[in-house]
């Protein structure tokens, strides 16, 4: 089975900065994409950021130029630095993973808050 262990939520005001990160543990072999997804009060819950083995990167329209997705295959771990942060921001975010042979990976979530 495979953990994913996602840290560096909190509290933060509206134009500031916060760095998740998730790391992958258990019977790992090989990680292949990793993402973070999000999911606001009241809405479903969407992709923010996704990253391939090989670095291609993905972003939702809403954080492009303001969040970065990265990864260090070494640690098995994917980070993400959100930077000019704004109120509808405010979610759980959650780690997602792609280690085979198993199931998709989540973490249990973490939650952000953008305060104005």
């Known amino acids: 089975q495979v953990q994913l262990a996602e840290s560096g939520g909190g509290l933060v005001q509206a134009g500031g900065s916060m760095r998740l990160s998730c790391a992958a543990s258990g019977r790992i072999y090989s990680v292949n994409a990793m993402g973070w997804y999000r999911q606001a009060p009241g809405k479903q819950r969407e992709l923010v950021a996704s990253?391939?083995?090989?670095?291609?990167?993905n972003y939702a329209d809403s954080v492009k130029g303001r969040f970065t997705i990265s990864r260090d295959n070494a640690k098995n771990t994917v980070y993400l630095q959100m930077n000019s942060l704004k109120r509808e921001d405010t979610a759980v975010y959650y780690c997602k993973a792609e280690v085979p042979p198993f199931p998709l990976a989540w973490g249990q979530g973490t939650q952000v808050t953008v305060s104005s």
């Open positions: 990253i391939t083995a090989h670095g291609t990167t």
